[in-house]
């Protein structure tokens, strides 16, 4: 009988892998406390139209990406593709817009059909983050500030670089929309077959063609920023200053437009040259007038999405990722003979509650003295502690190092060599092993 395997582009995240993915979600989650923002999950199952409401139903993510299907009840339901249009559904249906101020945010799977590649996956994860009724640019500052110390935090503040736009009203990207509609039609043969569809669905994502033939036609465009109107360039403006007065770097780039209806102002991305043609690992912008479009009342509203999967490239690709985030244990604790598990048991439950982190392992399973020390060593841990039918009469633990610990601060030649010592004190015994 045939293996059934995953489905293509959905992956599994293995054991060895684990790690590095709690490093990053946790150190994005202390920096996002550390900004007041507060923690929402929604379903990973959504009525189709609100993705069509929200997203545009001539974006490619709803033409072609989305996964959607009939229930049982013939309602038509949808994998959610992307976090925005959930999140403000949760919160009008839940009460917490109207009159409020709300920073939240969210992590968890999406779900897009496409050709998966490096980095892109057809079932993929983001770290979003959402905020509601604010409306000046102190907001949108704030947000890319923050993302700014996730960089450092994990050491890819050199790598990544900030490139930032604003769209404007729907009225000025309108009357945009009218113009480089207008221009493109006058240079059809030099574009590529997908601005050609485009020219007549969603003209302004040709900006964001990577074609080379279209990217020239493209350089005597009309500019973004001759239509703004007054009110987004103040918006702008002040944003840029509040940047700058914060030592946050940028690039301003008039084609930068992403790829959803619903933005507007603001639209923001940090992009690095080290995942090759998929350069943006985080994206977002302000989005003023979705939550009434989706049928709540006018509420401004800016959030961001970033790729875990693309991040966790970036930090294998560059050794960002401490030595120490593993699965490694850090005592494996050996029981031979009889009657040497129940001692094994309560030690191991004695260390567990007076180092709360600690990852103490207990042989289970039986086997001889030989291939318990074989696992041992294999778990990774510094130490192991040895139980058996002798320490019991003597009350006492064998405490032997696993590995050469010369390098471990605070941990001196002696402590190197196996030492059997009192069960009483075997608590200030390993301390030197795990400083």
Same mark, same amino acid.
């Given at each position: 009988? &045939?293996?059934?395997?995953?489905?293509?582009?959905?992956?599994?995240?293995? @054991?060895?892998?684990?790690? #590095?993915?709690?490093?990053?979600?946790?150190?994005?989650?202390?920096?996002?406390?550390?900004?007041?923002?507060?923690e /929402?999950?929604?379903?990973?199952?959504e009525?189709t139209?609100?993705?069509k409401?929200?997203?545009?139903?001539v974006t490619?993510?709803?033409e072609?990406?989305?996964?959607?299907f009939?229930?049982?009840?013939?309602?038509?339901?949808?994998?959610?593709p992307?976090?925005?249009?959930?999140?403000?559904? &949760?919160a009008?249906?839940?009460?917490?817009?109207?009159?409020?101020?709300?920073?939240?945010?969210? !992590?968890?799977?999406?779900?897009?059909h496409?050709?998966?590649?490096?980095?892109r996956?057809?079932?993929?994860?983001? /770290?979003?983050? %959402? !905020?509601?009724?604010?409306?000046?640019?102190?907001?949108?500052?704030e947000?890319?500030?923050?993302?700014?110390?996730?960089?450092? &935090?994990?050491?890819?503040?050199?790598?990544?670089?900030?490139q930032?736009?604003?769209l404007?009203?729907?009225?000025?990207r309108?009357?945009? #929309?009218?113009?480089?509609?207008t221009?493109?039609s006058?240079?059809?043969?030099?574009?590529?077959?997908?601005?050609?569809?485009?020219?007549e669905?969603n003209?302004?994502?040709?900006?964001?063609? #990577?074609?080379?033939?279209?990217?020239r036609?493209?350089?005597?465009?009309?500019?973004?920023s001759?239509?703004?109107?007054?009110e987004?360039?103040?918006?702008f403006?002040k944003?840029l200053?509040l940047?700058?007065?914060?030592?946050?770097?940028?690039e301003v780039?008039?084609?930068?437009?992403?790829?959803?209806?619903y933005?507007?102002?603001?639209?923001f991305?940090?992009?690095?040259?080290d995942?090759g &043609?998929?350069?943006?690992?985080?994206?977002g912008?302000?989005?003023d007038?979705?939550?009434?479009?989706?049928?709540?009342? @006018?509420?401004?509203?800016?959030?961001f999405?970033?790729?875990?999967e693309?991040?966790?490239?970036?930090?294998?690709?560059?050794?960002?990722? @401490?030595?120490?985030?593993?699965?490694?244990?850090?005592?494996?604790?050996?029981a031979?003979? %009889?009657?040497t598990?129940i001692?094994a048991?309560?030690?191991?439950? /004695?260390?567990?509650?007076?180092?709360?982190?600690?990852?103490?392992?207990?042989?289970c399973?039986?086997?001889?003295?030989?291939?318990?020390?074989k696992?041992?060593?294999?778990?990774?841990?510094p130490?192991a502690?040895?139980?058996? %039918?002798n320490?019991?009469?003597?009350?006492?633990?064998?405490?032997?190092?696993?590995?050469?610990?010369?390098?471990?601060?605070g941990?001196s030649?002696?402590?190197?060599?196996?030492?059997?010592?009192?069960?009483?004190?075997?608590?200030?015994? /390993? %301390?030197?092993?795990?400083?």
């Open positions: 009988m &045939a293996k059934i395997q995953a489905i293509r582009g959905m992956n599994d995240i293995l @054991p060895e892998q684990t790690p #590095k993915w709690q490093y990053l979600e946790d150190t994005v989650r202390r920096v996002l406390q550390s900004y007041g923002y507060s /929402i999950r929604m379903p990973i199952v009525q139209e609100l993705f409401r929200s997203i545009g139903e490619d993510i709803v072609k990406e989305m996964y959607t009939e229930d049982r009840n013939g309602d038509s339901l949808t994998l959610r992307e976090g925005t249009a959930c999140c403000v559904r &949760a009008e249906q839940n009460g917490l817009l109207f009159n409020q101020t709300q920073k939240l945010w969210y !992590c968890g799977p999406m779900f897009r496409e050709r998966p590649q490096k980095g996956y057809r079932q993929f994860n983001q /770290i979003g983050v %959402e !905020c509601f009724g604010m409306q000046g640019p102190d907001i949108d500052a947000m890319i500030i923050m993302t700014a110390r996730f960089w450092t &935090a994990l050491g890819l503040l050199d790598n990544v670089t900030l930032i736009n604003s404007g009203t729907s009225e000025a309108a009357e945009y #929309k009218t113009a480089l509609v221009y493109l006058g240079n059809l043969d030099a574009l590529d077959d997908d601005s050609k569809k485009r020219l669905t003209p302004l994502r040709i900006l964001d063609s #990577k074609n080379e033939g279209t990217q036609v493209l350089d005597n465009a009309p500019d973004f001759d239509y703004l109107d007054a987004s360039k103040e918006h403006e944003l200053g940047l700058d007065a914060s030592g946050v770097g940028y780039n008039s084609r930068l437009v992403r790829g959803l209806d933005y507007s102002k603001t639209v991305e940090w992009v690095t040259s995942l &043609a998929q350069g943006t690992v985080c994206a912008g302000r989005y007038g979705l939550v009434e479009q989706l049928g709540g009342k @006018p509420t401004p509203g800016v959030g999405a970033m790729g875990v693309r991040l966790i490239l970036m930090l294998e690709s560059l050794a960002k990722i @401490p030595a120490e985030v593993n699965n490694s244990a850090d005592i494996f604790i050996v031979v003979g %009889e009657g598990q001692e048991f309560q030690l191991a439950e /004695i260390l567990r509650n007076e180092f709360l982190s600690l990852r103490v392992v207990t042989h399973g039986g086997g001889s003295f030989k291939s318990q020390m696992k041992a060593d294999k778990s990774g841990a130490v502690l040895i139980i058996g %039918e320490e019991i009469k003597n009350k006492t633990v064998i405490v032997k190092p696993l590995r050469d610990l010369s390098q471990v601060e941990l030649d002696v402590n190197r060599h196996q030492v059997e010592t009192p069960i009483r004190d075997v608590l200030d015994t /390993i %301390e030197g092993y795990l400083a």
